[in-house]
């Protein structure tokens, strides 16, 4: 009994330690970033590396997702009479849920485990080391950069996922089935709130891109040089990523939301 | 310490954990304007001894000192100011693969200098030169041989002409011509910079070559002997004799601590 407690105290201390650890790194990032400014080639590269090559999954996604959404809103909407809310509803789905958060996920899958994988081998070929010896801070150098690309494009990709998930929708409602079009684009206008809607939405992709990024240079900086130890890496990049995601996600909803 | 010690290892003892010392009191001193060889097998903590130098560990106990003041890792200003001083050719080259040959070199000059790149140009160019890649510089980290980038290594180590220059294995992995060839640069480096060279390494025959001064490290990170190369060449110390002539088995031994090999194997006693 006193081993199990023993054990117990220890993998909470473990726990903590951890946390502390991910929060101090964090802070140091924070830290660091406003400084990568000074090197905006280094950010514009890694814009281009992380947000514009997540372009292709980002877009297919949102479109299939937009054309799904629009048929199964119209299959619920119809027997009720309300098939000219269909714009509506898959809008605000689009730009207050499935925009940033189908995006998070995409994204820890495509750019973060690239970023994790990338930073791992970089400490595995010592070349994170020969920066530190070099006088480079490599925090300054390689990971802040990289968080300021990945905070940045995180809420671009998720308004282009939201935007082509809308077109998707638009051509299986309008063109397909035959939704007036006036009426799909017109409630959008009416009753979708820049600020409380979009503008939410879009707070929300800037949250999660803190998330995924810096999860995802947190397990690369701090991964086991080892090859098992960049693979592990990178599956908890995806797995913690999309936990925190998840979780922020309810969160956020029920602040931004809220009807009180 | 007198005025020509560059560097002072001073008693330093280190582990990565506190159970297992990496290094045990050990004492050195690098003189400076000279090649230094530190001789030792595998795992018996040159590399850490270098990373003490570079500020990158802190140790346990004892200090080492860099040209009259102690190298304190708290202190990351004074750090980075020291480390500017520093050159390191790491053991596999630590080249930053996405960037080319010309811009790994190029790499420390952009970092910590304010120059035009007419000027970047031309100094990077004169280094890759000087170790025989000038033609190279456009090349992809992915195209180039292990022993080209050991040479480039080299060439990013010296960019900012340090007055110290750290060698890591510098001979490991490399085929006789580039072995050569890396041995004369080191030598011809030291000589016309005036840095002063400390090279970690278990080749025995190419480091006798060019040192000016050796110690020889053994299991457990303590100092066996040093002195000038032919002074370890003749010595008579069993162990010494052991590493220079790479005998399997001696003083050191060939077997890793286990139990007997019958017992293990169930056989009668």
Sequence with gaps: MIALVNALGQATLRAFAGLGHAAYFFLDLLRYTPASLRRFGLVVDQIYAIGYR????????????????????????????????????????????????????????????????????????????????MAVDPRSRVLAPRFLAGIVSMPILA??????????????AVQLIGVDPANFWSIMQSKVDVMRDIGNGIVKSFVFGVICTGVALYQGY??????????????????????????MDFILTAMMFSTS | MNSETFIQIDHVTFGYDANRPILNDVSMQFARGKVTAILGGSGCGKTTLLRLIGGVYRPQKGRVVFDGEEVDTRNREKLY????????????????????????????????????????????????????????????ISEVSGGMARRIALARAVALDPEVIMYDEPFAGLDPISMGVTANLIRRLNDTTGATSLMVSHDVQECFAIADYTYLMAPGGRVVAHGKPEELNDSTDPEVRQFIRGEPDGPVKFHYPAAPFAEELGLPQ
């Design chain 2, 81 to 140: 100011s020291l480390r500017r001083r520093l050159g390191m050719l790491f053991q596999f080259g630590a080249l930053f693969t996405d960037l080319s040959v010309y811009e790994n070199v190029a790499f420390p000059l952009r970092e910590h200098m304010d120059l035009s790149e007419t000027m970047i140009h031309d100094i990077v160019l004169m280094k890759l030169n000087a170790v025989g890649l000038r033609g190279a510089a456009q090349l992809r």
């Design chain 1, 54 to 133: 997540s372009l292709t999954i980002i877009l297919a996604s949102g479109f299939a997702v937009g054309c799904v959404l629009a048929l199964q809103m119209y299959y619920a909407l119809v027997p009720f009479g309300a098939a000219e809310s269909l714009g509506l509803v898959v809008n605000l789905s689009l730009v207050r849920e499935l925009g940033p958060v189908v995006t998070a996920l995409l994204f820890a899958g495509r750019a973060g485990t690239a970023l994790t994988a990338e930073i791992g081998l970089m400490k595995a070929g010592e070349q994170l080391s020969a920066m530190e010896l």
């Design chain 1, 222 to 247: 701090e991964t086991q040089a080892t090859p098992e130890g960049v693979a592990y890496a990178t599956t908890r990049t995806v797995v913690f990523s999309s936990l925190a995601v998840l979780a």
């Design chain 1, 159 to 172: 308004i282009l996922y939201s935007a082509i998930g809308i077109l998707g929708a638009w051509l299986i």
